[in-house]
């Protein structure tokens, strides 16, 4: 991989001033002491630099799975979505060109793992710890709930729910390698738990009959059912409290830092409240 020096997003004493935080660390062969001495025009001229290593020079390769709305998706043949705007931010906040890269979502992180297809992985990821052995989490940027979706017509309402779902015969569509697949077959363990590539084919399944709900997030499932499919309703609504966060391989922790760098700002300045407030 080809290496690039990005400067700090913000001088260390605004971004903690902005931010809330504790402190940081003085540059190597400096005191704190030395440091605090210097004139406050050359303490915000000398913004530290970080090695970064980057699949192709200048740019900031990002992998994504376009069919989980309003996160990512295809719409009129173009990549659409809160994490594809979010991603352009975080690319120029580092100061490079935003490259996307599609893939199936259950692929990701074995891409980002074995190196050589992306930088980062952005596309609906929710902080888990099993995830966290294989790969390094950003800052998280979202948070989400679980929901689950059935047909207006299927007998299975908000009241029964819990119940009518973890009964033998109940089929759930889930998309493969997600959280809803996890809290799915950890809560209806009498249901057949039944794994889609997106969520996509899953809510195609439901209406066709091929499938009894969908389980999947709730800002997911709103989109899907107000877009697409307003034949199907939300029946169960689980506050799970999953953030969101992009992941980076664990051999490249100074990519990992650059961007939790550039997600701080993008707080700071508000960015990421007014995607939020576009998207959802």
Not at 42 to 64: F, P, R, W
Not at 68 to 73: A, G, I, K
Not at 168 to 173: E, F, H, L, T
């Amino acid at each position: 991989m080809k290496t690039k020096k990005l400067g700090a997003v913000l001088a260390c004493g605004v971004l903690a001033a902005s931010l809330g935080l504790v402190g940081c660390s003085s540059p190597a062969g400096s005191s704190s002491a030395s440091s605090a001495a210097g004139s406050s025009a050359g303490s915000s001229a000398d913004a530290e630099t970080t090695e970064v290593a980057l699949l192709n020079d200048g740019q900031l390769t990002v992998i994504t799975s376009p069919d989980y709305p309003p996160f990512e998706n295809i719409e009129n043949g173009e990549l659409v979505g809160f994490e594809v705007d979010l991603a352009k931010a975080i690319a120029e906040e580092m100061g490079l060109e935003y490259n996307p890269v599609q893939m199936q979502f259950d692929t990701i992180i074995p891409a980002i793992t074995a190196g050589g297809q992306g930088d980062v992985g952005l596309s609906g990821f929710s902080v888990d710890p099993d995830r966290a052995k294989e790969i390094d989490f950003t800052t998280s940027y979202y948070i989400d709930d679980q929901a689950v979706a059935v047909m207006k017509d299927s007998g299975i309402t908000k009241d029964n729910a819990a119940e009518s779902l973890n009964a033998a015969g109940v089929i759930i569509a889930v998309q493969t390698g997600t959280t809803g697949e996890t809290y799915a077959q950890e809560n209806f363990p009498n249901a057949t738990i039944q794994g889609y590539g997106n969520s996509t084919d899953c809510f195609a399944a439901m209406q066709s009959g091929q499938a009894t709900a969908v389980c999947t997030n709730l800002a997911v499932v709103k989109r899907m059912i107000d877009t697409a499919y307003n034949d199907a309703e939300v029946v169960l609504e689980v506050a799970t409290g999953e953030e969101y966060a992009a992941v980076v391989s664990k051999d490249n922790p100074e990519l990992t830092k650059a961007v939790n760098q550039a997600l701080q700002q993008l707080e700071a300045d508000g960015t990421i409240q007014e995607l939020q407030d576009k998207w959802f």
